[in-house]
């Protein structure tokens, strides 16, 4: 079985510029999330899509980051205009459906942002 | 608010030694605890997972846990280390926000294995 593809690995831009990363789930999986992993913190939940709707968006800086799962299956996570303190890994995963919570996430390798 | 809490920064073992990475929760009502292993430059693995059911939890690799609910700890163990259980842990917990659930993160703990 496939595992979740997230594409570019690394990524090096400057401020103020724009960056794209993309994540493709396991097949089947309906959940799909986005976190952000600065360095030396535990990931952060950034947006969760339930199919192509979005579930929990709470922690997503709309100002500038903005996430879309058109059809339901992969995803892109853009930040427009980037900042420093953008520099993080962000990583996708997804999950079966299910409101129970007690199934596991599954994660891509990520993608690593470097903002100068 | 539900959270997970990762007391040590760094573990450090030698290889045979039995190892055991702490966590403790917060969270009301019955909690839905999983351990994640992070090898470096790679994305988070899934090892095991408390929902219901017996406390001692096994898992991938030789892991187990824990769930001790009077002392609100998911400790992560393993009898005997290995130098490649070296990596970052991950202790998480599901919040769950009305019809919603989302999982959140401990800080992580770096397991360093001697050999």
């Known amino acids: 079985e496939a595992g979740v593809a997230q594409s570019p690995r690394y990524k090096i831009i400057e401020k103020r510029q724009s960056v794209a990363f993309w994540c493709n789930p396991i097949?089947?999986?309906?959940?799909l999330y986005w976190y952000q992993q600065i360095l030396g913190q535990g990931p952060k939940l950034l947006i969760q899509?339930?199919?192509?709707?979005?579930?929990?968006d709470s922690q997503l800086p709309k100002d500038r980051f903005s996430a879309e799962r058109l059809k339901g299956v992969d995803s892109t996570l853009k930040i427009q205009p980037a900042k420093l303190e953008d520099s993080a890994v962000y990583l996708c995963?997804?999950?079966?459906?299910?409101?129970?919570?007690?199934?596991?996430?599954?994660f891509g390798e990520g993608s690593r942002l470097t903002v100068l | 608010a539900q959270s997970v809490a990762q007391p040590e920064d760094q573990v450090n073992v030698a290889e045979g030694n039995p190892l055991t990475v702490k966590c403790t929760y917060s969270v009301s009502g019955n909690p839905y605890l999983f351990w994640y292993v992070q090898y470096p430059n790679r994305g988070l693995q899934f090892l095991l997972k408390y929902i219901t059911g017996d406390n001692l939890v096994k898992g991938s690799y030789g892991f187990e846990a824990e769930f001790n609910k009077s002392q609100t700890s998911f400790h992560l163990k393993k009898p005997s280390a290995l130098v490649s259980d070296s990596a970052l842990y991950f202790c998480?917990?599901?919040?769950?926000?009305?019809?919603?659930?989302?999982?959140?993160f401990g800080t992580g703990t770096l397991l360093a294995v001697q050999p």
């Open positions: 097949s089947g999986h309906a959940t």
């Open positions: 899509f339930q199919n192509n709707g979005v579930v929990d």
């Open positions: 995963a997804s999950s079966l459906a299910g409101s129970s919570g007690a199934g596991e996430l599954f």
């Open positions: 998480a917990v599901r919040r769950f926000s009305g019809a919603t659930n989302k999982l959140i």
